[in-house]
């Protein structure tokens, strides 16, 4: 992992990810919360910015369209509405780009 430097490339993409997703949240409502450490990230997914309000529905249906593309996240939290994303560590602002690209295609869509 240190010959590699897995740690700080981990630690670089994942605020690449968020950045990414908070750029995203200005043009989707849906997005109502980022966070995350390294690679691992969560998208809380609301259908009211005020109320926060769970998005599951709309969760399950983003997931089953993200898989259509082949690209597979999960749903976590009480209410299945967060996004987790946890990709493997040769992850690349490359991938994370195209992560996210796919995903503003799906909430366009939804």
Known sequence: MARDNLIEHASTTGDYVRQRFGA???????????????????????????????ASEET?????HMKGRGILLNRIGEFNNVLKIRPPLPFTAAHADIL???????????
């Open 100 to 110: 996210i690209d796919n995903m503003d295609e799906v909430l366009d869509a939804i």
């Open 60 to 64: 399950h249906t983003i997931v089953d």
């Open 24 to 54: 995203l949240a200005k043009r989707h409502t849906i997005i109502g919360d980022i966070r995350g450490h390294g690679l691992w990230v969560g998208v809380e997914l609301v259908r009211d910015q005020t109320s926060k309000e769970p």
